[in-house]
């Protein structure tokens, strides 16, 4: 933690203690310091839900291939082969290859699956009246899911989930306040290594998989002949789509699970009537943004609010902050099932909006569904609840649940 005059506003996304009263934070950022800046970390932000929008929609001047996490944003083009972490039209092309694996069509044909995922976990539990509901539901339903989109084989949700944690945790390096990334094992793991025998499976008999399409994918080349993938490119693509629809989804179920126990009405609202259970996912992801904070280096001199923002910044999207500004949504700390709701901004917008944005509701839709179908209510042990610490989530490790 970083010591600071009991009126001076102090952010930094990655300052545990800032984390856990984000949002009082952040109102005063809106409020008092709509362009904030933080000389040591040597950044900006913006707060406000319009200034967000409008910098997430500007892709010429707001480029994502410096990095979108503070800890990784540097002078050097991120290296891995990612198209979360390049701009257009580069990242066009790259998004479209996987774009085809999650149309609608796509995305409900898994509707079954993760029914029978949710059903698989869930059982077990209910002779246990009090169980972690992270450690136990909402860190394996993602990856167990994302794995079934890939085209794996069932049963290495738990390897995979260990390999994600391990390559997005930050630790607390205690003689600068500073975060760094803790090591993890990330692409070193049996899941990553089976990547090439499963591609070349996959190249003499085809299916409606993910790695299907990588690894039949022609890459055309500036002369106008082309490749396919090399295995790095699909492990690049593999990883992304792990590393991003994890550890969010995991937090989205989590914040959902803790709100509604502090919401007892509204959760029996949703025991009497599960049409209503797609608005609460929505306005569960509008109140507490699982990935809230996103990165970006501004390419020229920029001005918000009679502040000019030079060239070459790290300028930090804080779209948390957007889904509580007051400007845009009345009342927006109050937390209401039936809030009629625009445009949240969690899975950010424009160019690099969340290509699993389908994908991640219907998980929290049958997830939160069969939560309330099984058990009705529930209730939190808050003093027992531990926060999650990674460069790009906000929310809970681990929240123990009386059912
Ligand atoms: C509640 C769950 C989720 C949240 C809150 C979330 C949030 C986000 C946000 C904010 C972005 C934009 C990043 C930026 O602008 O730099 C993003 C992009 C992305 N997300 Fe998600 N996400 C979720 C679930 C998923 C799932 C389930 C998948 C895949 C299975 C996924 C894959 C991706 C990918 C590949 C990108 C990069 C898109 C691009 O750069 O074009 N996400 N997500």
Known sequence: MTSTTDDEIYYDPFDFDVDVRAHEVWRR?????????????????LTRYDDVLECLLDTDTYVSRFGTTLDMMSDDEFPLPMFIFRDPPEHTLLRKLVSRAFTPRKIDGLEARIERVCGRLLEPLEDAP????????SSLLPPTVILALLGFPEGLETEMRASVDGGLAIDEDTTTGSRVLVEGENLGNAVYEMIPDLCRERRVNPTDD???????????????STRPL?????MGYVALIAGAGSETVARMLAWGI???????DQLRELGENDALIPNAIEEILRYEAPSPVQGRRVMRDV????????????????????NRD???????DRFDIHRDIDR????????????GAALARLEGRIGLAQMVQRYGTWDVDHAAIEWVHTSTVRGYKSVPLTV
């Open 230 to 234: 090399t295995n790095d490119e699909i």
């Open 326 to 332: 007051e400007r845009h949504f009345a009342d927006a």
């Open 29 to 45: 950022m809106r409020d008092e310091a709509p362009i904030y800046r933080n000389d040591a970390k040597n950044f900006f932000a």
């Open 130 to 137: 009090v169980f972690d509901f992270v450690e136990a539901f």
């Open 344 to 355: 949240h901004l969690s899975f950010g917008y424009g160019a690099h909006f969340c290509i």
């Open 258 to 264: 803790v709100l509604l126990a502090d919401h007892p």
């Open 210 to 224: 993910l790695l299907t399409v990588l690894a039949t994918h022609e890459r055309e080349l500036e002369d106008g």
């Open 303 to 322: 001005e918000f609010h009679g502040q000019v923002v030079p060239a070459g910044s790290n300028l930090l999207l804080v779209n948390g902050s957007g």
